[in-house]
């Protein structure tokens, strides 16, 4: 990391998608700052795989880097096929909670379970923010919302948790206010072997925000800080405590044998096998 930070360098010369004050760009950021301090020069060694909605459009087509938008909810899968023919590039998703954990979940839990080795960066902004604000699967209790006019009554999913459990090598949660661990998670997401989850709550100002009374990104942020319990001591709160509280810190980290590892022994196994006959 000799010369200093210039994000122009990672992205093309176009105009950004995102309504001001939108986290996306700070979890954009976040990501390019953590590959120039892991000194990637270049994307050269990336492929970018992302679905449908605003935080789907981090990487694509703005990253100077070969990307693809899949189907909603369809990255992973879509991830996974390139990381199986081309282990040696890092695969990352960018995806929304509806995408990743609302129509995309079950891939997020298979590839998990799989440990294969991609890295996933969910932007949780707790609502269904390009399609104007209807509820996700991670909107907090009694949130108003275009489709919960009377407030949501679904628990939130603590989608985080669920991909520790699941089997990920690597899953962490940070917000955006929480840049330098976020990069810092980011970092170690990219460098991990297995599968990495990283969720970053993010301020969606426009669909978010205005329905419950934050009238700009700052005060999302605010709100943020007084609802963010970091996991050490979370794991002393009772559930009652915890309710509506945004967890935050590292979830899962673990070195152990990834999909891609099982499927290349299996494949040198069959080809002797098949040497032998
Ligand atoms: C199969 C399918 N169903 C529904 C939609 C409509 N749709 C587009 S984006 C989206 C949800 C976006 O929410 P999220 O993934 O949380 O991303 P955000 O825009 O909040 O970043 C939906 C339901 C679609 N494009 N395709
Ligand atoms: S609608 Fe929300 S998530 Fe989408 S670009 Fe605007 S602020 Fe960001």
New binding site residues.
């Given amino acids: 990391m000799t010369e200093p930070f210039t994000i122009r360098k990672y992205l093309r010369d176009l105009p950004l998608p995102f309504c001001k004050g939108c986290g996306c760009l700070t979890v954009m950021n976040c990501f390019l700052r953590a590959l120039h301090e892991l000194d990637y020069h270049d994307m050269r060694k990336f492929v970018f795989c992302s679905g449908?909605?605003?935080?789907?459009w981090i990487p694509s087509p703005y990253f100077k880097a070969d990307s693809i938008h899949a189907?909603?909810?369809r990255s992973i899968p879509v991830a996974t096929g390139i990381k199986l023919m081309r282990p040696d590039l890092n695969v990352i998703v960018f995806?929304?909670?509806?995408?990743i954990a609302?129509?995309g979940l079950s891939h997020l839990v298979h590839a998990a379970r799989r440990n294969i080795g991609i890295t996933v960066v969910m932007?949780n902004?707790m609502?269904?923010?390009?399609?104007g604000g209807q509820v996700?699967p991670t909107t907090p209790l009694g949130i108003k919302t275009t489709t919960t006019p009377y407030g949501s009554f679904d628990p939130p999913l603590d989608t985080t948790r669920l991909v520790a459990t699941a089997g990920a090598s690597y899953a962490a949660r940070w917000t955006t206010l929480h840049f330098e661990q976020l990069k810092d998670a980011m970092k170690t997401a990219v460098t991990t072997n297995g599968f990495a989850f990283i969720e970053a709550v993010s301020p969606?100002p426009t669909t978010f925000g205005r329905r419950i009374g934050l009238k700009d990104a700052a005060e999302m942020l605010r709100w943020f800080k007084q609802n963010t319990t970091l996991k050490e001591k979370a794991n002393e709160m009772t559930e009652t405590e915890l309710a509506n509280r945004i967890v935050v810190g590292k979830f899962a980290h673990t070195e152990k044998r990834t999909f891609t590892d099982h499927l290349q022994e299996t494949l040198k196994k069959a080809e002797k096998a098949a040497r032998k006959n």
């Fill in positions: 449908i909605g605003c935080a789907a189907a909603h909810g995806g929304g909670d509806g995408d609302g129509i932007v902004n609502i269904y923010g390009m399609t996700a969606c």
